[in-house]
């Protein structure tokens, strides 16, 4: 089984929004699309779930135009939202039902999923002092947080193949974080294919192999994050001393990038250029507490990639 | 639109319809039309009933005390037959002999008036003395008949308030003894039965033309009744709330999914199409079941007035004239139900487009001036037609009503029922209201999934076109 999306297009009016997007994911695995907003992404993700007609391109599964209607898909839109008025359970039933799941088996994945995000309380709340069956709550009566667990839950509930994730941790607390970083890894375990959108690099760094970063509709910079990072060789390093070091730094010739009262964090060219000024602090009877020597951050890249081309 | 468009569309329906029919508004607004409806025909036979055809079978009247001020009338025996009033036959008229002076009748005539009411009054006065006495066992009633210059001949039937004696033991013997005084009139004008005769004719009013054989060719009245009115009226005006009712809902519906943002969701699973569509049955059929149950309940209420009032007819049955739905014939009926389909479907298509062209809730009323201004233009067109034909239902207006698409579905379903509408014109209407479905569904398959993914921007009717022309753009915009 694989995954591909071939120069996809875009365009409304003289605008292209989308221009020219491949990728392709020969197995399970996360793909991580990147981009700041307006960069086209969402667009893109509409696009491959066949809810806006692409101008051109295709989106390929298993080597055959995808037909997202009949495929088994988990979406967790970034424009997320629920019916406020209705009842979590009717909803969660409704959702599974155009899944094509059951009742029993939808009510089934509905009792584990709510376990598991904690949510029993809202869908199943415990029964009345008079001893009658509370009523599932409604959408409106939850937290944000809450609503986007309930709404993690709609995407997961037919135990997709494919899942679509668009900036799946944005506005949780460290705690529901977490809830969500262990869900999705479970996901990732099951071997799915997964597709996610984040603005927040230390996720994308932590769950994603491959990525494309787009800006303006054009992709900047694609390929293996790993070897992305290694292409840029290890060029951050981070210093701390007991004594003041910045006649060394700038004897070295070295760009201080940022300093803190934890740490300093210099620009080299390379491990050599490192080494020997780490010889010089030693030779000059520094006391050295830390010294790292690190690849660029997602970060990083991400901005040197999407702010060079808004400069151009 | 292929048929892999509209999978999803049961779900979307049952869901729809269940959410609907489960909200608080749809249920409150259900039990108040269906209590309203219940109580119909009780209160308009209690209000309205009084001429009802009740059997009256027993009377607590035991005497009527006759008072006959009027001088024309030498005594009370010609108002008190009561031959076919047999509840009557057992009540004891007694006439109240008249104090009048010995010559009276050679008095000048307004002193002969003047002494036959003096006489009366004493009468009157006295007799009402003694009901009153007998307070609420009192079983007898006066019949006091009397003149005066300004309402002319007055008869009335006075009882003990809080007596033994009903409302319609009185009314009935009021009617009876008016017929005897027209009776009674008719005998003392000394007309022969060939002059009565002459007065029971019936006659028919007819103008014809004179053509130019020389043939009379008689001008056809095509003019509809008080009663076809009611009918024809009723109808449009059910079709109309229906089609202003499920399409405010499928707008809302619409608008409701883009504003909770559920739409996208939504969408990895069924198609715009479908969403349209199952919105748009579950709402007709929500609404329409609320006007069928309005209409059972309706029923029920009739029938049960009729056996709780033990009438034979009730007063909500006696305002439909008899004969009226004798054209209701299983092909007729199909036409109409063809023509009110197909005009639900043209509306509730309209509303859903109307809904998707903006994000919020607060932005809908706006949105819906297209559908609100398209459902009057059909509505006023129908309205005009219906009392036109009061006149004449052949005119050019009401033709054209008869087959335009707006105003077919309110106008023609009736017009058939009741016989105005010829058939060639309703299939005409069915044809065109069918094209301009298929137009409408297409113009929706075209850019409906561009306007449902639209968030944010409200878009104008010029947009809505120019997505649909250009296919480059299909699909929405940003």
């Known amino acids: ?312 | 639109m292929k048929s892999s468009e509209l999978r999803g569309t049961g779900s979307v329906f049952r869901f729809t319809l269940i959410q609907t029919v489960k909200s608080k508004a749809y249920i409150v607004s259900a039990i108040f039309l269906l209590v309203m409806s219940l109580l119909a025909a009780p209160i308009m036979q209690l209000v309205k009933g009084d001429g009802s055809k009740k059997e009256l079978t027993e009377t607590a009247i035991e005497t009527v005390h006759i008072c006959n001020g009027l001088a024309f009338l030498t005594d009370g025996t010609e108002i008190t037959d009561m031959t076919g009033k047999a509840v009557f036959s057992g009540v004891k008229f007694e006439a109240m002999p008249l104090d009048l002076p010995e010559n009276v009748f050679s008095l000048p005539e307004t002193e002969i008036a003047e002494a036959f009411n003096k006489a009366d009054k004493a009468n009157y006065e006295k007799i009402s003395k003694q009901l009153e006495e007998q307070g609420s066992d009192c079983k007898d009633v006066i019949l006091h008949a009397y003149s005066n210059e300004e309402r002319g001949i007055t008869v009335e039937v006075v009882r003990v308030a809080g007596g033994r004696v009903g409302d319609a033991e009185c009314k009935e013997l009021l009617d009876k003894v008016c017929e005897n005084l027209d009776a009674y009139k008719i005998k003392i004008s000394g007309l022969s039965d060939a002059d009565l005769k002459l007065l029971a004719y019936n006659y028919t009013v007819e103008m014809n033309y004179l053509g130019e054989d020389g043939q009379i060719s008689p001008e056809e009245d095509t003019s509809i009744g008080s009663g076809q009115f009611g009918v024809i009226y009723a109808i449009m005006f059910i079709v109309a709330m229906i089609c202003i009712m499920s399409g405010t809902q499928v707008a809302t519906a619409v608008v409701t999914d883009k504003s909770s943002r559920v739409v996208e969701l939504l969408l990895t699973s069924v198609r715009p199409m479908a969403l349209l569509f199952g919105k748009i049955l579950a709402m007709l059929v929500a609404t329409i079941g609320q006007y069928v149950v309005l209409i059972v309940a309706i029923l029920f209420s009739n029938k049960m007035t009729e056996v709780l009032f033990g009438i034979k007819q009730s007063y909500l049955t006696s305002l439909i004239p008899k004969g009226i739905l004798s054209n209701l014939t299983l092909v007729n009926a199909l036409i109409a139900l063809a023509l009110i389909t197909l005009g639900l479907l043209f509306y509730a298509t309209l509303a859903g487009i109307c809904g998707a062209m903006v994000s919020k809730m607060d932005e809908l009323q706006e949105a819906l001036k297209y559908f609100t201004f398209t459902s009057i233009v059909g509505m006023y067109i129908s309205i005009g037609a219906i009392i036109a034909m009061q006149s004449s239902s052949t005119s050019m207006f009401v033709k054209f009503s008869e087959i335009f698409p707006l105003s077919a579905p309110m106008v023609t379903p009736g017009g058939r029922i009741i016989g105005v509408v010829p058939l060639s014109y309703a299939l005409i209407a069915i044809a065109l209201l069918a094209v301009l479905d298929f137009l409408t569904l297409r113009f929706a398959a075209g850019v409906y999934e561009g306007l449902i993914t639209n968030m944010g921007n409200r878009l104008t009717v010029k947009d809505v076109i120019a997505m649909a022309k250009n296919k480059k753009n299909k699909g929405g915009t940003k």
Request: charged residues 25%; proline residues 4%; aromatic residues 8%.
């Open chain 1, 1 to 312: 089984m694989s995954f591909e999306v071939r120069n996809l297009v875009k365009s409304y009016g003289e605008k292209t929004v989308v221009n020219g997007l491949s990728f392709k994911m020969d197995g399970p695995g996360v793909y991580a699309l990147l981009g700041t907003n307006g960069a086209g992404k969402t667009t893109s993700i509409r696009m491959i779930l066949g809810m806006l007609k692409k101008d051109s391109g295709e989106v390929l599964w298993d080597g055959q135009e995808m037909q997202p209607e009949k495929m088994n898909i988990g979406y967790l839109a970034e424009e997320r939202g629920l019916y406020p008025k209705y009842t979590l359970l009717d909803q969660l039933l409704y959702f599974a039902k155009l899944k094509g799941v059951g009742k029993s088996k939808a009510m089934e994945k509905i009792k584990y999923w709510s376990g598991r995000l904690q949510l029993d309380e809202y869908i199943f709340p415990p029964k009345t002092a008079k001893g009658k069956p509370a009523k599932s709550m409604r959408a409106e009566q939850l937290s944000k947080g809450n609503q986007q667990k309930v709404q993690l839950m709609a995407a997961l509930l037919s135990d997709p193949e494919f899942v679509v994730l668009d900036e799946p941790m944005s506005g949780l607390d460290p705690v529901n974080t977490d809830l969500f970083k262990e869900v999705i890894r479970d996901e990732i375990s099951k071997d799915k294919y997964v597709i996610m959108s984040s603005h927040q690099m230390p996720t994308i760094e932590e769950f994603c192999s491959d990525i494309t970063i787009m800006n303006r509709g054009n992709v900047v910079l694609q390929g293996n994050l790993n070897e992305i990072k290694k292409s840029y060789g290890r060029v951050n390093l981070f210093v701390k001393c007991e004594q003041p070091i910045d006649e060394y730094i700038e004897k070295a010739g070295l760009t201080v990038i940022e300093e803190t009262p934890a740490e300093t964090q210099l620009r080299v060219t390379g491990e050599e250029q490192a080494m020997a000024f780490l010889n010089t602090l030693i030779a000059n009877k520094i006391t050295v507490i830390r010294f790292d020597l690190r690849e660029p951050s997602l970060h990083e890249i991400f901005v040197e990639k999407v702010g060079a081309g808004n400069e151009e």
